[in-house]
Nanobody
Framework: QVQLVESGGGLVQPGGSLRLSCASS????????MGWYRRAPGKQRELVAL???????NYADSVKGRFTISRDNAKNTVYLQMNSLKPEDTAVYYC???????????????WGQGTQVTVSS
């Protein structure tokens, strides 16, 4: 079984910072991509940042220059450093992993439960 566990969400004032972590565990053969998505109230889920096994990254325009995604391959963990947070960053943030499992070598996507990030004065 593969499981993604997120941490690091919380309440922060505008201009503050948070660091989200997502640790994947289980019989993982290879992680192709890991990323962060978010869903704000009344809005559709959107991609925030994505990182591939080769280290290439992709960011939503709204977070470029403020957020940084990184990964620790040894720990199968992805991070999202969020700086200069704005109220519009308030959302539930979801971790996603595109990976294959060891036994069947089957590739699939997995999601975390989500962690709340609230940016407010």
């Amino acid at each position: 079984q593969v499981q993604l566990v997120e941490s690091g969400g919380g309440l922060v004032q505008p201009g503050g910072s948070l660091r989200l972590s997502c640790a994947s565990s289980g019989s993982i053969l290879r992680i192709y991509t890991m990323g962060w998505y978010r869903r704000a109230p009344g809005k559709q889920r959107e991609l925030v940042a994505l990182i591939t096994s080769g280290g290439s990254t992709n960011y939503a325009d709204s977070v470029k220059g403020r957020f940084t995604i990184s990964r620790d391959n040894a720990k199968n963990t992805v991070y999202l450093q969020m700086n200069s947070l704005k109220p519009e960053d308030t959302a539930v943030y979801y971790c996603n992993a595109d990976l294959s499992v060891r036994f069947t070598q089957r590739r699939n996507t997995y999601w975390g439960q989500g962690t709340q990030v609230t940016v407010s004065s």
